[in-house]
């Protein structure tokens, strides 16, 4: 017959649970030499977890114990309510009809008075869940606000952490071979780096040759049946989500824009999400809104990004449907009705429906002009084309439309990502989810200057390495989930667009000083050497090719009508998102979670055209 040795509390629990005698006689001596209880011991000696033993405790009291990630604390302004400590409660979960509903964590000292206090007060004892202290820390750090929801559930998907230990090293590795490769004779250096842009462009060039010949046929615009324009129609909640900083100079025409929506007000919400600090856009509202239209405060946080408010104002949405707009966009009139159109025929799986973005101040600058035919080679030809062949893409960061439970079950947006929507259409994919290109278009504003064309741009190069380090963790994982060609394709359309901006600067200075006689012609080392300096520059002139391809057809059907000087200018053009990539890397490694702002309002042809949309935008 075996005898236990007698124990009290918690420690009576975990022998019942099968601890051996021998690991809670020696926690008990242990622990009585160095002046703390046994229970510490054991979890400071990583004999038991946490868990376990704040566990055997709510069995002791006669509690439930709800694990991490099991509860969530009641809040104010994203401050939880709390009556002690962020460690050890308790922390207001709950309220029922009757009574609030509480969580604590007590020190590992304070187990037997807890125990005692709670059979001394039965009915609180009622209202009392036990958790253990990082449970409790998680819960008022990251899931006091519905911005944590994506870093609590899906950790591995959020950016706050930039590299992982495996990316780390290889970087470092890849830094250290770049080092040594510039010690290399100067013609193994030269050739290498042909080599890699050569590669970068030719692939680009077939992207952009073979997205323009497969979507010429697309239609950009869709006619609604003139069935479903019927009264007697019931269509889904719509809820519409407009994230804002500092935009009061244009909340008459934003509000205006929206109140064309082609759609029943009393089936839509919009919700104008604003920084608790912006107090000019917020009284710049007074008297425009309708009753469908709401003003949502989002409580100060970090980081102050476009994807932490429309986590705010996901959570007060009462669509079935959620859509973005930015505050520059005026999207076509029955957008909504299209997109619920194209939900209601497509699979259970399709999760959004991209509608095209398209640029109506085309003719005000040199910025606008190669902004809005590269909005047009991307939303009209590259998306579509990727939709095609059931390709991943990055949505745009707006006129995306979601189906709410879907959005829901992945994480929402990642607030550290200050390129969401690139990153949420790939977790998209990686749940198994698909995405769609809705025939509608929002007519936006592009930037006109330098300055802000130069802002915006950083922001999302560095968004696309935020969401490249994420989604390349583990890419084995990413492959299991997505497949091997859909991983090879989404990273070589931005890695490869990452090459050619990174050494683009550098051939052009290189055939600046070929053409003066300032650098010497490479060697050629005769007839092999000639033959590979003109298949790298064959691939080189194929990209631009390609490109000059796919710009003249995508903003011919824009009735941009692109002119020479538009195609000749494209180099130049590239030079500049260089110069935004090399200040993305820098924000990137210093500043990560910045948000770079765009100032909106300062059109003088959107202004004229007085619908935000000009008469050649086709």
């Known amino acids: 017959m075996v005898v236990h040795e007698s124990y009290s509390g918690e420690l009576e629990i975990l022998r019942q649970r099968g601890i051996a005698d021998s690991a809670l006689s020696a926690a008990r001596r242990e622990a009585e030499k160095i002046g703390i209880s046994a229970a510490e011991y054991l979890v400071k000696r990583a ?50 009809a009757t009574s609030p509903h509480y969580v604590i964590a007590p020190a590992y000292s304070q187990f037997t008075q807890v125990r005692a206090h709670l059979q001394k007060f039965p009915d609180l004892a009622g209202q009392i869940r036990i958790s253990t202290p990082s449970a409790i820390r998680h819960a008022s750090t990251v ?39 510039l010690l290399m004779p100067k013609a193994v250096l030269f050739y290498g780096l042909s080599s890699l842009f050569s590669m970068a462009c030719v692939l680009t060039g077939l992207a952009r040759w073979q997205s323009a010949r497969a979507t010429e046929d697309d239609s950009l615009d869709l006619v609604l049946p003139v069935a479903l324009t019927s009264p007697l129609i019931r269509w889904p909640a719509y809820t519409v989500l407009v994230p804002l900083y500092r935009e009061a100079r244009i909340v008459p025409e934003l509000v205006e824009g929206l109140r064309r929506l082609d759609y029943p007000t009393s089936r839509l919400e919009i919700k104008f999400l604003l920084e608790k600090e912006d107090k000019e856009t917020r009284e710049a509202f007074a008297g425009h809104l309708d009753p ?32 973005i707009f930015d505050a520059e966009d005026q999207p076509q009139p029955d957008q ?62 707006t006129s995306n439309h979601f189906r709410r439970s879907i959005l829901d079950s992945v994480g929402g947006w990642d607030k550290y990502n200050v390129t969401e929507d690139a990153d949420l259409g790939i977790r998209l994919a990686r749940f198994g989810y698909i995405c769609g290109v809705l025939p509608s278009t929002t007519y936006e504003e592009a930037p006109l200057q330098w300055r802000a064309w130069l802002s915006q741009r950083a922001r999302w190069y560095k968004g696309w390495l935020q969401t490249l ?11 299991q989930e997505i497949g091997l060609t859909r991983l090879m394709a989404i990273s070589s359309m931005i890695g490869g667009s990452f090459v050619m901006m990174a050494l683009h600067p550098f051939v052009v200075l290189a055939c600046l000083g070929y053409v003066s006689g300032l650098l ?43 002119n020479f000087s538009d195609i000749a200018l494209l180099p130049v053009y590239w030079l500049f998102t260089s110069l935004a990539f090399y200040r993305a890397v820098w924000e990137f490694a210093v500043k990560p979670f910045e948000w770079n702002k765009t100032e909106h309002g300062l059109s003088r042809q959107r202004v004229k055209s007085g619908k935000g949309k000009t008469n050649w935008s086709g």
């Open 47 to 96: 004999i038991v977890s946490e868990a376990a033993i704040y566990s055997a405790l709510a069995e002791h009291c006669g509690v439930p114990f709800v694990p991490e990630m099991g509860f969530r604390p009641q809040s104010v302004n994203s401050i939880p309510l709390g009556l002690g400590s962020l460690d050890n409660g308790p922390l207001l979960v709950g309220v029922s």
């Open 143 to 181: 899931m006091n606000a519905p911005s944590g929801d994506l870093e609590s559930r899906f950790p591995e998907f959020s950016a706050k952490v930039r590299f992982s230990r495996t990316q780390f090293v290889t970087f470092a590795v890849a830094f250290l071979a770049f080092l040594v490769g």
């Open 292 to 323: 469908h239209m709401h003003v949502v405060v989002v409580p100060d946080g970090f980081p102050r990004t476009k994807p932490r408010a429309l986590a705010y104002g996901l959570e007060l949405a009462q669509g079935e449907f959620i859509t």
């Open 336 to 397: 909504l009705k299209k997109a619920a159109l194209f939900f209601s025929l497509g699979p259970k799986e399709l999760a959004c429906l991209q509608a095209r973005l398209a640029i109506d101040n085309f003719d005000e600058s040199f910025f606008s002009r190669q902004y809005a035919l590269e909005y047009a080679c991307l939303f009209d030809q590259l998306i579509p084309w990727f939709h095609q062949l059931s390709w991943p893409f990055p949505l745009g960061g």
């Open 469 to 479: 380090c994420v989604h390349l963790r583990d890419p084995g994982r990413t492959c």
């Open 520 to 562: 010497p012609w490479p060697s050629s080392h005769g007839f092999a050497g000639e033959l590979y300096l003109a298949l790298c520059t064959c691939g080189a002139l194929f990209g631009y090719i390609g490109a000059a391809f796919a710009t003249l057809r995508a903003g011919r059907r824009r009735g941009y009508r692109p």
